[in-house]
């Protein structure tokens, strides 16, 4: 099987939207205004960390098709860049749901 830039391109705007779907849904259930502003920055900072890999691989999948240089390079650093992006998708996942269980 083999992934297209039609397919790359898919799966990284999925991300993206989804990412920002969930930090737009776990803002509401912040209480209290204080702790919304000390939390801003570090969610901004780790929202920006996953959608980057992803952005990134998209705009490579794009440029695929826009030269004719370097096309299978540009593809496979592009699909590297997006499991990259996924295991620190993973990562941010597994130590929010760790700090939770800390939490209970």
Known sequence: MTLE?????????????????????????????ISQKDQ????LIITLAIIAPFTASAVLA????LTNKHTEQLKKTS????????GYLIFVIAAFMASIYYLI
């Open 40 to 43: 801003n920055i570090t969610r």
């Open 62 to 65: 794009i440029m695929t098709n």
């Open 5 to 33: 830039d039609k397919d790359i391109i898919q799966v990284d705007a999925t991300v993206i939207i989804g990412v920002m779907i969930l930090l737009t849904l776990s803002i509401g259930f912040d209480s209290s205004i």
């Open 79 to 86: 699909i590297i860049i997006m499991a990259i992006g996924f």
